[in-house]
T-cell receptor, first 112, second 114 residues
């Protein structure tokens, strides 16, 4: 089944460093989304990148998309303790569909 | 603006009891999604509605689970009878069709079935 798979499963870095997470998916998509989940909370939408975009920025976030490799990356620059959370990529089950499939997530820990 | 509202936030019940989870989507959103999250299986879509109509319930684990959306501002997920393996965090999310599928999640209901 189509599913985004994040890599690594867990990442621990020092505050101020950059964090990079990767996502791979299996079939053609029209967009890919990244979400954040703080412990005990619901998911929060971070950014959506369309299939005709290669890179997108939002504040300290930078997302890339390589449709030829079926992969995406999320870069968080100048990390802060508040960035500690799990990060998920999500892709439509079928291109253009509303139904999203979420990966297992990357658990990011920012050490002060 | 109020986000997605879920109640209760925590529910502890005994095996065999009926459990009802409630969700109020964001006003103006016409899509509503119910998810279940566990450590073992991650985030699973159970069912979703468009304009109050169930579109895809293929993720509903079995007949013990049912969901309704009687109007645009309210949905329920019912488990009857509940079993210990139903213990999980249940999320409701809403969105608008055609918005690129962005979904807005509620805080979740943590269900524990003893």
């Amino acid at each position: 089944s189509q599913q985004g798979e994040e890599d690594p499963q867990a990442l621990s870095i020092q505050e101020g460093e950059n964090a990079t997470m990767n996502c791979s998916y299996k079939t053609s998509i029209n967009n890919l989304q990244w979400y954040r989940q703080n412990s005990g909370r619901g998911l929060v939408h971070l950014i959506l990148i369309r299939s005709n975009e290669r890179e997108k920025h939002s504040g300290r976030l930078r997302v890339t998309l390589d449709t030829s490799k079926k992969s995406s990356s999320l870069l968080i620059t100048a990390s802060r303790a508040a960035d500690t959370a799990s990060y998920f990529c999500a892709t439509p089950l079928i291109q253009g569909a509303q139904k999203l499939v979420f990966g297992q997530g990357t658990r990011l820990t920012i050490n002060p | 603006d109020a986000g997605v509202i879920q109640s209760p936030r925590h529910e502890v019940t005994e095996m065999g009891q009926e459990v009802t989870l409630r969700c109020k989507p964001i006003s103006g959103h016409n899509s509503l999604f119910w998810y279940r999250q566990t450590m073992m299986r991650g985030l699973e879509l159970l069912i979703y509605f468009n304009n109050n109509v169930p579109i895809d319930d293929s993720g509903m684990p079995e007949d013990r689970f049912s969901a309704k959306m009687p109007n645009a501002s309210f949905s329920t997920l019912k488990i009857q009878p509940s079993e210990p393996r139903d213990s999980a965090v249940y999320f409701c999310a809403s969105g608008t069709s055609g918005s690129g599928n962005t979904q807005y999640f509620g805080p979740g209901t943590r269900l524990t079935v003893l």
